[in-house]
């Protein structure tokens, strides 16, 4: 079992920055992703981060935030954090952070544990 929660969210204007962060009960070994979702659609993918030595912090990111947010973690503290900048209006959603065990995957279906999420509001 895994517990997370995520916190960062908040208003911005387009351009801005935000950073989020995701405090997990524990996370060696496991997957650590965020996903995004608007109301009424699927949640997306943004970005993930492996967090076991094999795997030597591999992370990757969606083609509508490359360049523009960052992941990272930090194992001491069990917290993963997405750096946002150059923000949009339609980076506007609820940011989710999950976690699966082994191997990172862009679907949302292949994760186990999820954090309450965090809304983030972006203004033209």
């Known amino acids: 079992q895994v517990q997370l929660v995520e916190s960062g969210g908040g208003s911005v204007q387009a351009g801005g920055s935000l950073r989020l962060s995701c405090q997990a009960s524990?996370?060696?070994?496991?997957?650590i992703a965020w996903f995004r979702q608007v109301a009424g659609k699927q949640r997306e993918w943004v970005s993930f981060?492996?967090?076991?030595?094999?795997?030597?912090?591999?992370?990757e990111y969606a083609d509508s935030v490359k360049g523009r947010f960052t992941i990272s973690k930090d194992n001491g503290q069990d917290t993963v954090v997405l750096q946002m900048s150059s923000l949009k209006p339609e980076d506007t959603a609820t940011y989710y952070c999950?976690?699966?065990?082994?191997?990172?995957?862009?679907?949302?279906?292949?994760?186990?544990?999820w954090g309450q999420g965090t809304q983030v509001t972006v203004s033209s």
């Open positions: 981060i492996t967090t076991d030595d094999y795997r030597n912090d591999h992370r």
């Open positions: 524990s996370m060696n070994n496991y997957c």
């Open positions: 999950g976690a699966r065990w082994g191997y990172c995957s862009p679907g949302w279906y292949d994760y186990n544990y």
